[in-house]
């Protein structure tokens, strides 16, 4: 005969919505109510600390008084691995993938007020130059610099908040930053990959447990011919490939590699990381790794 | 030697070579048909992906590249006529030169049947003839999301008002 205990039962899923980081967020947790009330406030400070130090849209960050002087900054006890992956994509793909970003994409119109009026543009310095990281918490700057982490600096938050989770001890949840998404628990997710040419469409689904799943696109941060993802060299947004999804443990990574994606063939990447991907490109045609959880809607084929 | 100082150029050439032998021949057929508002394939824009794809970390050296056609097809309205179309492309590589044969039949203005045949001798080649021979028949078609019991849709990161507000603000002035 068989019992169970009752610390054994996991509470129904609570979904929490909110709006954070300029974008649009939803926590699924196994949590009772007391949990949720606990966990909301941990989230929500973790994740205004993190904006603190990495936005480039508030006058109060880290990133903004970098912005203004040259020197030696302090980073935040978290900034290792959100350096450490940067470093690592920025050798990959050739400084096509720049934390150095910042004033391109602001003086293309996305700056910290959405002007998105175009002001001339350069081509950011390279990391070599400017930026000298100890690999640790030490960051000094030859000249001011605005620094972008959009590439990956939602994955690696949604990383952190796993750490309130299992402080939590919810076993349970999906934490999904819009775009890039983290599951743990038992019950795997049907998640359709949306079609950046028409949202009402998904070009196919993935199957996802226990991992993360980061989508890029320039779908909607859009504007005047250019779109959030911009080649530094060309200051041109890449055009070729118009959607990729990246499949493995760490959102952190997930994400980034998304980013790369635009810029550089999936061999690349794979030197360094193990992740599963699905790239679709502008003419319709579309690229996955071998991965069983991945199914792409195929209309093309032929005998 | 590393032989991935071989890997860029060589993989650089046959991309872009390969992407502009079967794009041009099918994307204006197939694509015409599945996605009105886009533009149909050009070789252009296959460049344009060879070139956002390549680092410059290693020193290439340009080739050229020759293209022979068996049939001619009038592409006048993206429509082709009827029939069996072959092309083999050489191109030039740091190696050696590597080529590949294309076939493909045209009934009714769809591609009914392709093939591929791939003749590279190189190792590297071999590996991007086959990564291509892998893909190149994937043409996604969307599916309504109405349809489908889905936990969740990802794609680009969803906007807030203030973000949006700020875009139909351009838009409005771009318009006036």
């Not at chain 1, 990281?133 to 990383?159: C, H, M, N, T, V």
């Not at chain 1, 118009?242 to 810029?263: H, K, P």
């Given at each position: 005969m068989t019992h169970s205990t009752p610390s054994a039962q996991k509470p129904n899923p609570k979904i929490w919505q909110f709006e954070a980081i300029g974008t649009k967020w939803r926590i699924d947790a196994a949590a009772d109510a007391a949990q949720m009330q606990v966990l909301k406030q941990r989230v929500h400070d973790r994740i205004e600390a993190f904006d603190q130090a990495y936005s480039r849209f508030r006058n109060d960050s880290l990133v903004h008084s970098m912005s203004l002087a040259a020197g030696t900054y302090t980073l935040p006890q978290d900034a290792q691995p959100l350096f450490a992956l940067y470093e690592q994509l920025y050798g990959l793909t050739g400084g096509l993938v720049?934390?150095?970003?910042g004033q391109t994409l602001a003086d293309a119109g996305y700056d910290a007020d959405y002007r998105f009026t175009e002001r001339p543009m350069a081509s950011p310095p390279r990391w070599e130059d400017v930026l000298h990281w100890d690999g640790d918490r030490q960051l000094s700057l030859d000249e001011p610099a605005l620094l972008d982490f959009g590439a990956a600096g939602k994955g690696y938050l949604i990383d952190l908040l796993t750490d309130c989770m299992q402080q939590m001890k919810i076993t349970e949840y999906c934490i999904d930053g819009s775009g890039d998404l983290r599951h743990v628990g038992s019950d795997p997710m049907l998640i359709g990959l949306e079609d950046p040419r028409d949202?009402?469409?998904?070009?196919g689904t993935v199957t996802l447990q226990n991992a993360s799943l980061c989508a890029s696109s320039g779908?909607?941060?859009?504007w005047q011919g250019r779109h959030h993802i911009m080649n530094p060299q060309t200051l041109s947004s890449p055009d070729a490939v118009i959607a990729t999804w990246v499949i493995t443990s760490e959102a952190r990574i997930a994400d980034g590699l998304a980013t790369a994606l635009f810029f550089v063939e999936p061999e690349i990447l794979q030197r360094s990381f193990a992740f599963a991907y699905i790239i679709l490109y502008s003419d319709g045609r579309v690229r996955t790794s071998q991965h069983d959880g991945i199914h792409i809607y195929s209309g093309g084929e032929v005998a | 030697m590393d032989p991935s100082q071989n890997e860029s150029p060589n993989k650089l050439l046959f991309g872009l070579l390969a992407i502009v032998i079967i794009g041009a021949l099918v994307g204006g057929t197939i694509y015409a048909k599945k996605n009105e508002s886009s533009t149909p394939v050009a070789s252009t824009t296959a460049t344009q992906t060879t070139q956002d794809a390549e680092p410059t970390t290693n020193d290439t050296t340009s080739s050229s590249s020759q293209t022979s056609t068996d049939t001619t097809a009038t592409a006048s309205s993206g429509v082709y006529k009827d029939g069996t179309y072959t092309t083999k492309t050489e191109y030039f590589t740091p190696g050696g030169t590597e080529s590949i044969t294309v076939n493909l039949t045209i009934s009714g203005g769809t591609i009914s049947a392709a093939s591929l045949s791939q003749e590279a001798t190189q190792r590297d080649s071999e590996f991007y003839q086959q990564s291509f021979a892998d893909s190149y028949k994937s043409y996604v078609v969307g599916k309504s999301i109405s349809g489908l019991s889905l936990s969740r849709v990802a794609g680009a990161s969803l906007t807030t008002q203030g973000f949006n507000d700020a875009l139909d603000t351009i838009r409005t002035k771009a318009q006036s």
């Amino acid at each position: 005969m068989t019992h169970s205990t009752p610390s054994a039962q996991k509470p129904n899923p609570k979904i929490w919505q909110f709006e954070a980081i300029g974008t649009k967020w939803r926590i699924d947790a196994a949590a009772d109510a007391a949990q949720m009330q606990v966990l909301k406030q941990r989230v929500h400070d973790r994740i205004e600390a993190f904006d603190q130090a990495y936005s480039r849209f508030r006058n109060d960050s880290l990133v903004h008084s970098m912005s203004l002087a040259a020197g030696t900054y302090t980073l935040p006890q978290d900034a290792q691995p959100l350096f450490a992956l940067y470093e690592q994509l920025y050798g990959l793909t050739g400084g096509l993938v720049t934390p150095l970003i910042g004033q391109t994409l602001a003086d293309a119109g996305y700056d910290a007020d959405y002007r998105f009026t175009e002001r001339p543009m350069a081509s950011p310095p390279r990391w070599e130059d400017v930026l000298h990281w100890d690999g640790d918490r030490q960051l000094s700057l030859d000249e001011p610099a605005l620094l972008d982490f959009g590439a990956a600096g939602k994955g690696y938050l949604i990383d952190l908040l796993t750490d309130c989770m299992q402080q939590m001890k919810i076993t349970e949840y999906c934490i999904d930053g819009s775009g890039d998404l983290r599951h743990v628990g038992s019950d795997p997710m049907l998640i359709g990959l949306e079609d950046p040419r028409d949202e009402g469409l998904v070009i196919g689904t993935v199957t996802l447990q226990n991992a993360s799943l980061c989508a890029s696109s320039g779908a909607r941060r859009a504007w005047q011919g250019r779109h959030h993802i911009m080649n530094p060299q060309t200051l041109s947004s890449p055009d070729a490939v118009i959607a990729t999804w990246v499949i493995t443990s760490e959102a952190r990574i997930a994400d980034g590699l998304a980013t790369a994606l635009f810029f550089v063939e999936p061999e690349i990447l794979q030197r360094s990381f193990a992740f599963a991907y699905i790239i679709l490109y502008s003419d319709g045609r579309v690229r996955t790794s071998q991965h069983d959880g991945i199914h792409i809607y195929s209309g093309g084929e032929v005998a | 030697m590393d032989p991935s100082q071989n890997e860029s150029p060589n993989k650089l050439l046959f991309g872009l070579l390969a992407i502009v032998i079967i794009g041009a021949l099918v994307g204006g057929t197939i694509y015409a048909k599945k996605n009105e508002s886009s533009t149909p394939v050009a070789s252009t824009t296959a460049t344009q992906t060879t070139q956002d794809a390549e680092p410059t970390t290693n020193d290439t050296t340009s080739s050229s590249s020759q293209t022979s056609t068996d049939t001619t097809a009038t592409a006048s309205s993206g429509v082709y006529k009827d029939g069996t179309y072959t092309t083999k492309t050489e191109y030039f590589t740091p190696g050696g030169t590597e080529s590949i044969t294309v076939n493909l039949t045209i009934s009714g203005g769809t591609i009914s049947a392709a093939s591929l045949s791939q003749e590279a001798t190189q190792r590297d080649s071999e590996f991007y003839q086959q990564s291509f021979a892998d893909s190149y028949k994937s043409y996604v078609v969307g599916k309504s999301i109405s349809g489908l019991s889905l936990s969740r849709v990802a794609g680009a990161s969803l906007t807030t008002q203030g973000f949006n507000d700020a875009l139909d603000t351009i838009r409005t002035k771009a318009q006036s």
